[in-house]
């Protein structure tokens, strides 16, 4: 199979809505998950997963980050943003083995993540997902003092062998209220144009959900307004699976993507009450 028809299949998976549980469908909306492929490609090159796709071999990928990692919001652990990357990485490549790790702790920050770096690096991952910088939006320190730890960490996985993508806040009111919210995203960005890493544009894409497609907040968003719920957290894995064999696009050899059906995902969570205390 081509290239183009490989991510022709990837990118069709991403675009498909996402179906509820039937038990909770009554009281679903069907919405689709689709979004510009520039706002979800991953603009630096990976070359340790790459190759690893490219060769049909195992891949590790950890997750590390906070509460929208763990999967705070999602009716059960299985519908986290890494368990579903899993499902959707097993639906394109269905021949490779792919285990993703779930290293989410509620309420951490840089500083916390990297105090437990080198026991999750001892998983030896492929590739780090790390989704930082919303809990530094709840302190008072700004956003440039995050700058220098998250260079720290990006140094130490790379030292450790791995690849790395950053995802950055999610676009919530609970985080757009913050005026650091967009110089989070900025520093983000920045950083990994100055450290040649992706960053998975997740502010971005929800914008995009929320602005261009008209979805509520109530939509993408568990009750408290600011975790991300079943919905997001499936649709933010789909665009993420698409986007890392998109990636590998630049090698001769292709891997081998299945565009199968998708399977049913989680129920969204309806709208209530914000939670001011709510921890990312």
């Given at each position: ?5 490989i991510?022709?299949a ?5 675009g498909?809505?996402?179906f509820v549980a039937p038990?909770?469908?009554a009281?679903?909306?069907r ?5 510009p492929v520039?706002?979800?490609?991953l ?7 790459s190759?690893r796709?490219?060769?049909h ?11 929208s990692t763990f999967g705070?919001g999602?009716?059960?652990s299985?519908f986290?943003?890494?368990s579903r ?17 779930n290293?989410g702790v ?14 999750d ?6 590739l ?20 220098p730890l ?18 950055d806040p ?12 967009r ?6 960005a920045k ?11 997740r502010f971005?894409?929800?914008?995009h959900?929320h602005e261009a497609r008209e ?13 991300m719920?079943?919905w997001?957290?499936g649709?933010?894995?789909r665009?993420?699976?698409a986007a ?8 001769p ?7 199968a059906?998708?399977?049913p995902a989680?129920?969204q969570?309806t ?7 709510a921890?990312?």
């Open positions: 199979m081509s290239f183009r028809n991510l022709l990837a990118l069709a998976v991403a498909a809505p996402l038990a909770v469908a009281a679903i909306h919405l689709e998950c689709q979004a520039d706002l979800v490609k603009s630096r090159p990976l070359a340790r997963i190759a796709l490219l060769r071999e195992d891949i590790t990928i950890l997750a590390l980050g906070s509460s705070t999602a009716s059960r299985e986290s943003y890494p990357l899993e499902h959707e990485l097993h639906t394109l490549l269905p021949k490779m083995k792919v285990k993703v790790l290293r509620g309420g951490e920050d840089a500083r916390q993540m990297l105090a437990r770096l080198d026991r690096l001892a998983n030896k991952p492929d780090v997902l790390w989704q930082v910088g919303t809990n530094a939006l709840l302190g008072e320190n700004g956003v440039e003092t995050q700058a998250i260079r720290d960490g990006l140094r130490r996985i790379r030292a450790a062998g791995a690849d790395v993508i950053l995802i999610q676009y919530a009111p609970h985080v757009l209220r913050d005026p650091d919210a110089p989070m995203v900025a520093l983000l950083i990994g144009a100055e450290a040649n890493v992706p960053v998975f544009r971005a894409l929800m914008q959900w979805y509520a907040f109530s939509d993408m968003l568990a009750p408290d307004l600011f975790h719920n079943d997001s957290y649709c933010l894995a665009n993420l699976a890392l064999v998109a990636n590998a696009q630049a090698s050899a292709q891997p081998t993507v299945t565009n059906s998708a399977a989680p129920a969570s709208a209530a009450a914000q939670a001011k205390t921890s990312h």
